[in-house]
């Protein structure tokens, strides 16, 4: 068997292994949280016990510790360069910028030049062949172009010109948008689906999100070409998970390392091999396509986790946007379907006392009715007329009924008992109209450059239009007085 030499970051004890790989793993998973799945809402007695968890979790990681941090590092340096620090702060994530966008390029342009200078000299080795190159070279190039076309495709910004062609495009469904607002920033109207972005300063149709990635809005005209940048990506990093993890398994099958003796160059004592010390091996042997691979590994994982998400809102006919007003709008009718059965409740409580009481007012006047109708009644058996005994419980709950529907305002005010109207059905997404129809709506969207102008164009000849009816008019009552003056000449006038 063949022996390799060991170094000293190869005599990493198994604790120390293990804690390095928790804590990259930990890193790792806290940032995917914090991105897919945080939640600052506060918690709510209505949600359940994992979405306040969440809630909680999510203040802990995005508010306590920063904060924390935040203060700890104000007492260190001082509150002036704490405060420069800050302002450097608040231009990267508050205020739109291109410093993403240039983190995008250099991170896959740096991962293909680490490729090209260490990786494909390489090639090719047992399970790669060379002409792999070229096909990495071409995704390179394709995943950058579809990085172009999303960062410079408009997202579909309202005017006033092309306000009234947007407002056609989808209905208010009355719970989420309602017709007849206004922007209060832009002074256009709010059409259905659109939201004014902060960063941006525009109002944008059918808003996703503001992708600092992109450093711009995702909206309805652009959201096609921000899909097929996050497929292209989740195909292209797929591909090189697999061909950096085929060059270091071609190193373990070629050296048959897992058949091969370690040497510790300090004990001088050999060891068999194990998958931790080959792994070992390849880190320091292979390390640039180990980093390779842990990169563009790490990045498939988060593209997948976008990319599922954004077709599961296409799938339900929402946005990332809406999807936060959904929430708040089932919330509500949630809390007040509660409290509509807690007032109902109430009422119905308040209604057996007061039949209660009535009953028991009733009753007492039954007793005295009762005494001087027997007294009646021994004078009326004397003679031939008969009396008809009605007993006063019904006269009693038809009184009780009608009080019942005249007064319930009334009782519930004296027993201190709050009105709920019944909030009705849950609401329900009107623009779900199934995959197919939304997923049609995302790639021929009616709201690009030319259809808005196709359906602008008739105000634009409005004008034109209306000298047209002007003429159209005048043709008529010059007829009709050639027509008046014919009569005239008729009749010899």
């Not at 793993?25 to 897919?36: E, H, P, R």
């Not at 450097?88 to 030049?113: C, E, F, H, M, S």
């Not at 059918?206 to 989740?234: E, K």
Request: glycine share 8%; proline share 4%; hydrophobic share 40%.
């Amino acid at each position: 068997a063949a022996q390799f030499g060991t170094s000293e970051m190869m005599n990493m004890s198994p604790f120390q292994t293990a804690s390095f790989f928790i804590m990259y793993f930990g890193v790792l998973f806290c940032g995917i949280y914090v991105f897919q799945c945080a939640d600052l809402r506060p918690p709510s007695k209505s949600d359940s016990f994992l979405s306040n968890a969440n809630r909680y979790v999510s203040s802990v990681l995005i508010v306590s510790l920063p904060g924390a941090f935040r203060n700890s590092l104000k007492l260190i340096v001082g509150e002036s360069v704490f405060n420069q620090l800050a302002a450097a702060l608040d231009y990267a994530i508050n205020q739109r910028n291109p410093l993403l966008q240039l983190l995008y390029l250099a991170l896959i342009n740096g991962a293909y030049l680490a490729w090209l200078l260490l990786g494909q000299p390489q090639l090719p080795v047992l399970l790669v062949p060379a002409y792999h190159k070229w096909i990495i070279f071409a995704g390179i190039v394709s995943c950058q172009g579809a990085f172009y076309l999303a960062c410079t495709t408009e997202p579909g910004e309202i005017t006033p010109a092309s306000e009234h062609a947007y407002d056609q495009r989808y209905p208010y469904d009355g719970t989420v948008y309602a017709d007849g607002l206004q922007c209060s920033t832009c002074q256009t109207k709010k059409v259905a689906r659109s939201k004014h972005c902060r960063l941006c300063n525009i109002c944008v149709s059918r808003f996703d999100h503001h992708c600092i990635w992109l450093n711009q809005c995702v909206g309805g005209g652009n959201y096609r070409h921000f899909l097929g940048f996050l497929a292209l990506h989740v195909v292209f990093l797929l591909y090189c998970s697999y061909i950096s993890g085929a060059v270091l398994l071609s190193e373990v099958y070629e050296k048959r390392l897992f058949h091969a003796t370690f040497m510790n160059q300090i004990t001088k004592k050999a060891r068999k091999a194990n998958f931790v010390m080959v792994l070992k091996y390849l880190l320091y042997h292979q390390y640039a396509v180990a980093i390779i691979f842990a990169l563009v590994f790490v990045m498939w994982c988060a593209m997948v986790g976008f990319l599922g998400y954004h077709l599961y809102l296409v799938s339900r006919g929402t946005t990332t946007n809406e999807t936060h007003k959904w929430d708040e709008a089932r919330s509500a009718h949630s809390q007040l379907t509660g409290l509509r059965e807690q007032y109902l409740k109430e009422l119905k409580q308040c209604e057996l006392r007061r039949k209660k009481r009535n009953i028991e007012a009733g009753e007492e006047k039954a007793k005295a009715k009762a005494k001087v109708g027997s007294e009646e009644g021994k004078i009326s058996s004397s003679g031939d007329e008969q009396v008809v005994s009605v007993t006063p419980c019904g006269a009693f709950m038809r009184g009780y009924d009608l009080r019942q529907r005249r007064g319930k305002e009334e009782e519930c005010a004296d027993e201190d008992i709050v009105y709920y109207p019944d909030p009705g059905d849950v609401p329900t997404n009107i623009y779900n109209n199934g995959f197919i129809a939304n997923m049609s709506d995302v790639l021929w969207p009616v709201s690009c450059g030319r259809e808005v102008g196709a359906q602008s164009s008739p105000e634009k000849e409005a004008p034109g239009g209306a000298a047209e009816g002007q003429h159209e008019s005048k043709d008529k009552k010059g007829g009709r007085a050639r027509r008046r003056k014919n009569t005239r000449l008729e009749k010899g006038e």
